[in-house]
């Protein structure tokens, strides 16, 4: 048996069947409204899927919490 490397946190209900603004809010809320921890999670989350349709998703999601985050360091 081989042994994983990626050892993610808590779950966080994101689902890539959902919208994404519900996709969003879920993420968010489940970092308690860290843009940024959102957007590490969902970068990482790409990083390591062999669904293609899960990591467009999530990577959209991560690039769209870099943006907000950078939107709000200012």
Known sequence: ???K???PGKPSGWKKDYP???RR???????KGDY???????MAL???TT????EKKARADALYFYKEH???KK
């Open 20 to 22: 994404a603004d519900k």
């Open 51 to 54: 669904d293609k349709e899960t």
């Open 46 to 48: 790409a990083n390591v």
């Open 1 to 3: 048996m081989t042994e």
């Open 5 to 7: 490397w990626f050892k």
């Open 70 to 72: 950078n939107k709000r």
């Open 25 to 31: 809010r879920i993420e968010l809320k489940a970092k």
């Open 36 to 42: 940024l921890k959102a957007a590490r999670a969902k």
